[in-house]
């Protein structure tokens, strides 16, 4: 069972677009949304994150926007830029903790490739 | 340089082996976790590991283990292997408990390939 999807495995757009990667999730026990970037031959960087008691974050050319009625979020960035093609994955933590447990679920990340 | 260390970066063997990834945790994270990336696969979480204990543990195989050590690195081990174990294996650290996003570090994987 996934509980946190991208549903788009690729997206292609012109540098200086806007870029817009979404995500769905199914548990409503998750507390805090990451988005993390991957490029070839190195390990996930982490990009923003989003509480779940917000609908909002920004970071730059980088914005975030949850959608907690819909089980929804998205990565806004404006303006693309070659150097942000790269594999992006979004994250969700569970909120219930135990003793320092804690672990995020990732989906199947989505392929951004930026045009110049 | 993400300050999380893994290796091997590379490993082939052959079926019915095993092998032992290792994971140094960046300096001052106390826990560790380990995810598989096999191909078309997102990030599957395996399993965390807080202080040299066991704490959370995800779809990790009966022929997986691992264990932290009191210098907090941490081995993963995989034994029996068959060819749908080939994938990529991440290590990451973070130091839990803290407010906000709890960002995970993620070193950049051992790749397995499995013949």
């Known amino acids: 069972d996934q509980q946190v999807k991208q549903n788009s495995p690729s997206l292609s757009v012109q540098e200086g677009r806007i870029s817009i990667l979404n995500c769905d999730y199914t548990n409503s026990m998750f507390d805090y949304f990451l988005w993390y970037k991957k490029y070839p031959a190195e390990g996930p960087t982490f990009l923003i994150s989003i509480s779940s008691i917000k609908d909002k974050n920004e970071d730059g050319r980088f914005t975030v926007f949850l959608n907690k009625s819909a089980k929804h979020l998205s990565l806004h960035i404006v303006p693309s830029q070659p150097g942000d093609s790269a594999v992006y994955f979004c994250a969700a933590r569970s909120r219930v903790f135990q003793g320092g447990s804690e672990k995020l679920v990732f989906g199947k990340g989505m392929k951004l490739t930026v045009n110049p | 340089d993400s300050g999380v260390t893994q290796t091997p970066k590379h490993l082939i063997t052959a079926t019915g082996q095993r092998v032992t990834l290792r994971c140094s945790p960046r300096?001052?994270?106390?826990?560790v976790y380990w995810y598989q990336q096999s191909l078309d696969q997102g990030l599957q979480f395996l399993i965390q590991?807080?202080?040299?204990?066991?704490?959370a543990k995800g779809n990790i195989l009966e022929r997986f283990s691992a264990q932290q050590f009191p210098d907090l690195h941490s081995e993963l081990n995989l034994s029996s292997l068959e060819l749908g174990d080939s994938a990529l294996y991440f290590c990451?650290?973070?130091?839990?408990?803290?407010?906000?996003?709890?960002?995970?570090?993620f070193g950049a994987g051992s790749r397995l390939t499995v013949l």
């Open positions: 990451a650290s973070s130091l839990p408990g803290q407010s906000g996003a709890n960002v995970l570090t």
């Open positions: 300096s001052g994270d106390l826990s």
């Open positions: 590991y807080y202080n040299g204990e066991e704490r």
